[in-house]
């Protein structure tokens, strides 16, 4: 008896050892789950809560994968922000001017401003990712400093008012549901991270990354193009980024320069969080993935408790990230030292 | 000796930086012919006083290697407390129970994020994003920040005391020149000296270096690090409540944004952001090159929307420059062949 919940522990002690931060986020959402269940079963256990929430993440879930694929190389795009709302704004400024006199969108309209759009992120990505390779800026301040530009290109573009009056049809198509029941924005998370995980598990490409972040000079000196691998890489960002601004045009059906400004932490907590090490060179989309879910849920659960106000929220994802991190800073050391 | 003296100064970031400002400084004339007026020089040195002490903290933080945006939050909150407690109890005193108050707050807010950076030895950035989320939290959230319009007698009192007051002659319109600005000069010539002939100051320097080689000279790195992040947190609260003493009330998310131009002001003064080398003459020269910009679009004509573009902008070439000069001195020691590859 004893000897067996011995052995019970020492294979849950294993499991946790192997892959700590799955075993944490599956803690995690035991927690958000079971305190659900005994505090709103009815409001949270509902279809409709479910569909809400599955709409609702891929707007800093698609952001998330754009950093994770640049933390993965070592660095950081915390322009995801800025990108995404230059890409709303001029998606909608489009949009509007597509709409022709008798207040109809043509047929074309949707698929122009998206097309639009992602070539908007893909610039922007490109841009950072030469501030990064070519000039060797450290990440951290090119994409901060790239996120003010683009901030202040969407300012010049609004004024600093809301871009509002969109034609319905834009919202009623990537805002609506497939078959009645799958919100169209889960669709595009669900193929853009599909694409992501294609690239990273089954193309040289994803192995290159991986290898430069584990170490720059090391890949340098083996022959890899590391500058034109850094501009792939934020480019395909900048296209991450793109897709979030749109769905968030469509969420909103409005778009301005300073929408969306706590994704940037946010988005950071869900990658630390999902085990991608902010040195670069470990992290898996799989854990990012799950780590997004559990962050929805546990932001959809506080979101039922009126009297727990934004302000709040602030303090809980502050605070969230401090502890994974501490708990990373502790579960490596313990590596190191077995 | 001239030439050699004249190629000393060309390859000096401060010679290009001072020429920058002088340019813009006759642009602004020529396009306004309001900038060498005395209420606009005072004007300018007044708002120069926040951003100066902030950029003070950014700057010992970036040498180190490490990276604080912070700040504004921390000292947000601290100030926000002070001034809380004391109209709470209705202080009536001077300026001296605020600073002391706003100085320990400050020292313990700074300890919370050295714990993680020094202890912990985790990413500045990262940490800072977190503490100052949390520190935004506890503002907003715990302590239900409202803005407060009286604040002490004292502090008002202190924010508006003028040490001259500059006239315009042309336009009669009138500036004061803050006492406050004796706190920056102050707060200056303390940074200079640590940072040159103490000990501590030396540590900074070599850590941010490398970090491995200051810890083998024997200096103790976690122990620097977290005073470091002690004294920024001091310095920037302080800078705070010199900000709400001047505005005569407290607005709480008023500063809350400003991490981001102070950071462009520094590394805009060539401090390297890899830590390890700049001058606090190139970070103050920086800052008012930002602050320049900032105060001056209006006077150029251009309208307030385009600032953010411009600081944008501003922060990629200052980054671009300084990235390109570690670059090339880099390949200069390679060149030379002396010693191995550093880092």
Known sequence: MNENKMSIRRKL????????????????????????????????FSFINFQTMVAQFPEFGLM?????????????????????????????IILKALVAADGSLPWYGILVSMICGIVIGLVAGVLNGILVAKFSIP??????????????????????????????????????????IIPVQLIIFVIMAGIISFLLSRTTYGT???????????????????????????????????????????????????????????????????????????????????????????????NMFPQISNFYKSLIWGCVLLIA??????SENRNRNN | MMGKKMKGLLSKHEFYISLVIVLLCIMIEIRSGQFFTPNNLVDLSSALIVPGLFAIGAFMVI????????????????????????????????????????????????????????????????????TSSVFKGIMQGVLNSTQI????????????????????????????????????????????????????????????????????????VGRTKFILYVIVGAVSSLAGLIRTCMMGQMHPTNMLGMEMMIIAGVVLGGVA??????????CMLGTILIVMVQNSLILLGVPTYWQEFFLGALIIVGTGISAMQVLRNRKRLVSKKLGEESS
Not at chain 1, 22 to 30: A, P
Not at chain 1, 65 to 91: F, R, Y
């Open chain 1, 13 to 44: 002690n294993d499991f946790y050892g192997r892959d700590v931060y799955t075993s944490r986020l599956i803690i995690m959402l035991l927690v958000v789950l079971i305190s659900m269940l005994i505090l709103k079963p009815a409001k949270f």
């Open chain 1, 64 to 92: 998330s994968l754009g950093i994770m694929l640049c933390m993965i190389t070592g660095g950081i795009d915390l322009s995801v922000v800025g990108v995404a709302n230059l890409v709303s704004i001029s998606s909608g």
């Open chain 1, 139 to 180: 990440p951290i301040l090119a994409t901060l400093g790239s996120y003010e530009l683009f901030l202040g290109i969407g300012i010049i573009l609004t004024k600093g008012k809301a871009i509002s009056k969109l034609p319905m049809e834009y919202s009623s198509v990537i805002a609506g549901k497939l078959f009645g």
């Open chain 1, 208 to 302: 290159r990354i991986y290898m430069l972040g584990t170490n720059m000079k090391a890949a340098e000196f083996s022959g890899l193009d590391t500058t034109g691998l850094l501009i792939k890489t934020y480019a395909l960002s900048g296209i991450c980024s793109a897709l979030g601004g749109l769905v968030m045009l469509a969420n909103y059906n409005s778009a301005r320069a300073d929408y969306g400004a706590v994704y940037t932490l946010q988005c950071i907590l869900i990658v630390v969080l999902g085990g991608v090490n902010p040195n670069g060179g470990k992290g898996r989309i799989s854990g990012v993935v799950f780590s997004i879910l559990v962050l929805q849920m546990l932001s959809s659960g506080l």
């Open chain 1, 325 to 330: 991190m501490t708990l990373n800073y502790f």
């Open chain 2, 63 to 130: 040498v180190s290697g490490g990276i604080d945006v912070s700040f504004p939050a921390l000292a947000s909150l601290s100030v926000y407390a002070t001034t809380r407690i004391l109209t709470d109890i209705n202080y009536k005193g001077g300026i001296l129970l605020p600073i002391v108050m706003v100085l320990v707050f400050g020292a313990l807010l700074g300890a919370f994020n050295g714990f993680f950076i020094a202890k912990l030895k985790l990413p500045t950035m990262i940490i800072t994003l977190g």
């Open chain 2, 149 to 220: 319009p009286n604040i002490p007698e004292g502090m008002k009192n202190f924010g508006t005391a003028a040490l001259f007051v500059a006239k315009n002659e042309q336009l009669g319109l009138t500036s004061r020149m803050p006492v406050a600005v004796l706190v920056l000069i102050v707060a200056i010539g303390l940074a200079f000296f640590v940072l040159r002939y103490t000990m501590f100051g030396r540590a900074i320097y070599a850590i941010g270096g490398n970090e491995t080689s200051a810890y083998r000279a024997g200096f103790n």
């Open chain 2, 273 to 282: 952001i890899t830590g390890g080398d700049g001058t606090l003459t190139g």
